[in-house]
Structure formats: C-alpha cells, structure tokens
C-alpha cells in the first residue's frame, strides 16, 4: 500500500495517477469514495451522504470502512495508490489498524514537499476568462496579453477561492494537519520526501526512486 502526501497545488493528485498507471492499481481518493457510494445508494454511502449535506465531516469511522471496502475490490487485490487520504493523525492510526487485521501494512508514504512561499504562488496564480472561464496561471500558463483570455478577449477574472488572503488561511489550516501526518510516518520508519519543485516527470522519476528499495513494489509491474 502506498500513500501519497502533499499540500494543495504540491502536484500529489497528478502524481497519484501516473503511479497508478506505472504499477496498474488503482488511484483510490476518499471523495471519489463518498461521491459514489452516495449516488448508488449504499448503507455507507448514505451515512457519508447524510454528515455531507449537514456540511460535517464524514467521520472517520465511515471513511475507513468505505477505503477497505474499495480495497475489497479485485482491482486492488495487489494494493493501491491512496490519495489524499489521510488526512490527520487519527486517521492516519485508523488506517494502520485497519490495516493490521488485515495482515498488511502501508509500504511507504510518499511527500511531495513544496515550500509554503510556493505553494502560494500556485494557488494563487490562476486566472478564468470572464466568458467562458478558459484557465490560465501567472507562471505556468500566463496570457499572451495579461488580464485578456487569448482565444475570446474577455476580461481574466481569480475566484474567491484563489485570492491570496483566502489560499493562506486554507493553507495554514491544512498543513498543521499534514505535518502531523508526516511526522506519524516518518516515525514509522516509511516516510519518502521528494522535492516537488522539480519538473513533474522529474517527481515522478524520484518517487520511483524512493519506492524501488522496497521488496514488494521493485517486483511490481
């Protein structure tokens, strides 16, 4: 079983598929997991669905159970590639107890590390076009003309949840949480950091790195 770390806009998420497609398992997301087992109306699906709609956090309880059940799945008869998931410390020792009774274990926990500074200016760098809301970023992927989307003309407009003010207040809340994370890993003997500045096939070439010593995942496919 791998994790996947990483704060918002760290790359994780593009990180998590690649990996996936690399070893054939599945990317496995607990808000994947929510969104579908509410839609085909599972007993756990419906619990989720009911604290989603109160706007309350689906406890942890509820989201275990639904992971191992994913994992039940012979797609994952060979283990996965969990993202975003956990989140916290106590799901992070929800987890290896779960995992416990099943005789198994979380390999290696991957961390995608990017500064803070950075991570702001990621998140905070994109831009819609007022018309149509064609994407663009300050840095990765700017207008030829700036505040103009190059395929309309129509005014860039940034979302609420973009502006700086708003990403750092998220941010701070989240990586308090990530750290405790971290560090629960990292005394488990199974951390692996890679630095995420680096071009994405570049963090992708340094997770396999990392993961390659293990026994298990150096005779994956």
């Known amino acids: 079983m791998l994790v996947l770390l990483g704060a918002p806009g760290a790359g994780k998420g593009t990180q998590a598929h690649v990996l996936a497609r690399h070893f054939g398992l599945p990317r496995v997301a607990t808000g994947d997991l ?3 087992a509410a839609r085909d109306g599972s007993p756990l699906g419906l619990a989720a669905r009911g604290y989603m709609e109160r706007g309350e ?3 942890d309880e509820i989201t275990v159970e639904m992971l191992l059940e994913r994992l039940d799945a012979p797609d994952a008869e060979r283990g996965a590639i969990l993202d975003g998931f956990p989140r916290t410390r106590a799901q992070a020792e929800a987890l290896d ?3 416990a009774e099943r005789g198994t274990v979380v390999d290696a926990a ?3 590390d990017v500064p803070t500074g950075e991570l702001l200016q990621r998140l ?14 300050e840095t990765a992927y700017p207008p030829r003309v700036p505040g103009i989307c190059d395929i309309d003309g129509s005014a860039l407009i940034q979302r609420d949840d973009d502006r700086p003010e708003i990403v750092k207040a998220r941010l701070e809340k989240q ?11 990292r005394a488990a003997g199974v951390l692996q950091a890679v630095d995420g500045r680096r071009p994405i096939a570049s963090v ?6 990392a993961i390659e010593p293990i026994p298990y995942w150096r005779t994956s496919p």
């Open 204 to 209: 992708t070439n340094d997770l396999l790195d």
């Open 34 to 36: 929510f969104r579908g």
């Open 124 to 137: 905070t760098g994109r831009w819609l076009c007022g018309a149509v809301g064609h994407t663009y970023h």
């Open 97 to 99: 107890r779960a995992l």
């Open 57 to 59: 956090l689906v406890p």
């Open 175 to 185: 990586l308090g949480a990530l750290a405790d994370v971290v560090e629960h890993y």
């Open 110 to 112: 991957l961390l995608v």
